[in-house]
């Protein structure tokens, strides 16, 4: 729970989406380096560049590497996290696509090419952050014929399975809109878990799910695991059980490549520190036991001192309706030097931010241990990391550990890059601000208050504020999500107004924060509904955390100071007392702290049921309304650099370099042929 996703502020070009044609964007350099790659449906695929690479030794550019090739080698497993039909899917439909003989300039032959490059993308058959599942534009029929023209040999037939049968199985799941429409549910009086489509769990009823982890659970215990984290919750002979995810049980194909490279990346570590914290990792792999992945976090929080860095493993979880079971991703990146001493100022004063804070004292740290930040460059993205990924981590998440040894907060800032360069003259900021003095300010201080935003709420945001003694980390169960990211983002919002940015030289002068105040109320009341389709409510945590925080300050903080106000038959925000605002976004703070403080799951649902899930129709018609003309898409991801390794003749490594050369498609086609170990269906 403690990602930081782009938004459409952020990207500044994040727009309505598009049609459901396949579309070729044409290649557009910035400073000789070509970001856009792809454009189809809602989705913009860039490229991201990793400045400094060249400049690390041969150990440090050996070790990133071998912790890509782990990064890599997870793919598989998020697909079937995320339905137990994507792998089956994913592969029936490459097959046709690598071995179809007809005309592929055929409508039905695109439409099976676009549907095939969102699954791809989105890591399976439900939208990557709209949570629905995809509507095919080719018929049963056209499926039906393709699949049967391909040789068996090439299709993921089940052992014993016809190819009839799984032109059978499968085309229900990819046709019929009633089953499985929803990958993730995560709000309603139903069952979450019967109504979401995901793989975490099988044949249990969200009852048994919660009585299952209840019993446990001991409430004194104060340094508890993540109770199911890393497995699958099922119902076999009438007993509930897990099926842990480790060497040896579940998605054992894919942990045992993975602990192969993270083997070889620990023979080339940095230092001893680095060194074990990939031995504990590659332990809890093998044995699945939590302790032992607390084990692991607690090394790696401490590991300051390697410029190399990672995230391999299963850590967020967003995806699943209760919060509990994470999806599985990777980070590898190595330390901006430069930029990293702007975080560093933050850190050191977590301290005074804490004491500072207006929430209240009892939920307050009395002693902030082991914030660290730093700003770094992304070398390679794996899992639910890619081709979306984060612009912000801050781990780990346990609760006992973060408040005991601290945590890590980074922010990812060749992506921040990339996506600043690719979004020049997107046309948003015109459209949609209210004046010429909105638009200048976003332009002088946009960039550098996100940036700001992003340090704040990962390192402080995150790292601020304790539970108190004996409140279950998982209270508040589907609306956990929602309220640790607003609460991250009040944190951040309320202190990048503060003079002390100023004084610390973290912003120009007292009012660039302005421009934050002004994006984040136009995002979270207009702009993110680009993503949302005409009807429906908001869905994804992020965008109802920000909703909720906007329509809040709306509804409370009064016309006097923020309003929606039209010009020209159009509405736009109008921001009129900042001040009052940044008051505003501190009362709702103290109330979302003292909410996941105590627990108080009511006061959850109420808050992100009130102001973060529905969404005004005539609004969000108006919006969309206005986006379409600026054909700007709403979702962009990344295709990762191509790593180059040169070795001796004795097999030793002798150079490491990067390749920027290859297409989205190329990439996902080569990924499933080089990273494909699991078997199509993981029982």
């Known amino acids: ?101 007809g005309d592929r300039n055929d409508e039905q032959f695109r439409a099976l090419e676009l549907y095939l490059k969102r699954v791809w993308f989105s890591n399976g058959i439900h939208h990557h952050y709209a949570e629905d599942k995809f509507k095919p534009g080719f018929s049963a029929d056209f499926f039906a014929q393709c699949v049967s023209a391909v040789k068996p040999e090439a299709l993921p037939l089940k052992e014993g399975q016809s190819v009839q049968q799984l032109i059978a199985e499968l085309t229900p799941v990819i046709q019929d809109s009633t089953i499985m429409s929803k990958r993730t549910v995560q709000s309603g009086d139903g069952d979450l878990i019967l109504a979401s489509a995901n793989n975490y769990y099988d044949g249990v009823t969200q009852a048994e799910v919660e009585a299952f982890y209840a019993a446990m659970k001991d409430p004194k215990d104060e340094k508890p695991v993540m109770y199911g984290l890393n497995s699958r919750l099922v119902k076999e002979n009438g007993v509930v059980k897990e099926k842990v995810w480790k060497v040896g049980g579940l998605y054992t194909e894919a942990l045992e490549r993975i602990v192969g490279w993270l083997e070889k990346a620990a023979s080339v570590a940095e230092n001893d520190a680095q060194k074990a914290v990939i031995e504990t990792l590659i332990e809890y792999y093998r044995t699945g036991d939590l302790k032992k992945f607390d084990d692991y976090a607690m090394l790696w929080v401490y590991d300051l001192d390697s410029r190399i860095d990672f995230v391999n493993g299963f850590t967020e979880s967003y995806g699943d309706p209760l919060g509990m079971k994470a999806s599985w991703e990777s980070v590898v990146n190595f330390k901006n030097i430069e930029a990293t001493k702007r975080t560093e100022v933050i850190s050191d004063n977590a301290q005074w931010f804490e004491d500072n804070s207006p929430v209240a004292k009892e939920f307050k740290k009395e002693k902030v241990k082991g914030v660290s930040a730093k700003v770094i460059t992304v070398a390679m993205l794996g899992g639910d990391c890619y081709p979306a990924t984060p612009i912000g981590i801050n781990l780990p998440n346990s609760n006992w550990i973060r408040a005991a040894y601290g945590s890590k907060s980074v922010t990812i800032e060749n992506i921040t890059e990339a996506y600043d360069r690719a979004s020049a003259g997107g046309g948003q900021t015109k459209e949609f601000a209210w004046s010429d003095v909105e638009v200048n300010m976003l332009k002088e201080y946009g960039f550098v208050t996100d940036n700001l935003h992003t340090d704040l709420h990962e390192c402080l945001g995150h790292g601020s504020g304790k539970l108190l003694p004996g409140v279950d980390p998982d209270a508040l169960r589907s609306y956990g999500s929602t309220v640790e990211e607003a609460r991250a983002d009040l944190f951040a919002l309320y202190y990048v107004a503060d003079k002390k940015m100023v004084e610390l030289n973290l912003l120009p002068n007292e009012d660039a924060y302005k421009a934050e105040y002004y994006k984040y109320m136009m995002n979270g009341l207009m702009t993110q509904l680009t993503r949302v389709e005409l009807g429906n409510n908001v869905e994804e945590a992020h965008m109802r955390n920000r909703q909720l925080i906007a329509r809040w300050a709306l509804e409370n903080a009064g016309k006097e100071c923020v309003e929606l106000a039209k010009k020209d038959g159009k509405t736009y925000v109008v921001i009129h007392d900042y001040d009052k605002l940044r008051e505003a976004f501190g009362q709702l703070l103290t109330e979302v702290q003292r909410i996941k403080s105590t627990g108080d799951y009511e006061a959850a649902k109420q808050l992100v049921e009130s102001y973060g899930v529905k969404v005004d129709a005539d609004l969000h018609k108006e919006i969309l309304d206005r986006f379409a003309p600026l054909n700007i898409v709403p979702y962009r991801g990344f295709v990762n650099p191509r790593y180059v390794v040169t070795t001796d003749d004795a097999g030793s490594i002798t150079d490491v370099q990067l390749d920027y050369t290859e297409g989205y498609v190329e990439q996902m086609m080569r990924y499933s042929k080089e990273y494909s170990s699991l078997p199509s269906v993981n029982n």
Request: proline share 1%; hydrophobic share 40%.
């Open 1 to 101: 729970m403690r990602k930081l996703m782009i938004t459409l502020s952020t990207a500044a070009a994040l727009l309505s989406a598009c049609s459901g044609n396949v579309q070729k964007q044409e290649e557009v350099a910035n400073d000789d380096f070509t970001y856009q790659v792809e454009k189809f449906a809602d989705l913009e695929v860039l490229r991201y560049q990793v400045p400094g690479f060249e400049e690390l030794s041969l150990q440090q550019r050996t070790l990133l590497y071998y912790l890509s090739q782990a990064a890599l080698e997870g793919r598989d497993i998020l697909f079937d996290q995320n339905c137990k039909y994507n792998l089956q899917i994913r592969r029936t439909l490459e097959a046709i696509y690598e071995n179809y003989e």
